[in-house]
């Protein structure tokens, strides 16, 4: 039977694309586009959970790096949610600026959700990804760090980032999958 934890390894990468292309062909302002995005970005991070889980089911480090890596998922979820209120109640981009600084005037919500936190994600992602590089590849690492970068970048950037990401964890979740398909040992 196909379980979520592999079908996630393809599935997360995905909704981080479509919301870079949501972002891409819509306003950076309230309204369908921007909630729609907004959802897939939020699927995309729940789906990180267990692509985590898994990259962090090993002896040494990598549990620890996994449960650091879920505070900085559980801190992008926070920054979305806040993204998805906010262009759910504004009616305008002055609107949702004006309740982005409502909000991250509250202490230790700007660099705990949207600086420390998101940055504990993407680089325990990475470190998980050195640490199980026997099962991912080599590429792995290297894909999600260039990805990451991108990001930095611009946040244009995102679909190709995403296909980084695809291309770094998509085959280890494709493989389990084929596995549990053929009755393969894992």
Same mark, same amino acid.
């Given at each position: 039977? =196909?379980? =979520? ?76 949610? @806040?993204? @998805? ?83 770094? @964890? ?17």
């Amino acid at each position: 039977m =196909v379980k =979520v934890r592999d079908i996630a390894f393809v599935a997360a990468p995905a909704l981080l694309g479509g919301y870079g292309v949501v972002r891409l062909l819509s306003g950076h302002g309230p309204g369908i586009g921007w909630t729609a995005g907004h959802l897939l970005f939020l699927a995309g991070l729940v789906l990180f959970v267990p692509v985590m889980l898994t990259l962090g089911d090993r002896p040494g480090p990598a549990p620890v790096v996994a449960a650091v890596g879920l505070l900085g998922v559980t801190a992008s979820v926070a920054q979305v949610v @806040i993204d @998805i209120v906010a262009g759910v109640v504004a009616s305008d981009r002055a609107g949702m600026n004006a309740l982005f600084e409502q909000v991250q005037s509250v202490p230790g919500l700007l660099p705990g959700v949207y600086v420390i936190g998101p940055a504990l994600f993407y680089l325990c992602l990475i470190t998980l990804a050195v640490l199980n590089w026997r099962e991912l590849g080599w590429w792995s690492p290297v894909l999600l760090a260039v990805g990451t970068g991108l990001t930095l970048f611009s946040l244009n950037l995102i679909p190709v980032a995403a296909v980084c990401f695809l291309f770094a @964890i998509g085959p280890y979740g494709v493989r389990r999958t084929d596995r549990r398909l053929t009755g393969a040992a894992q």
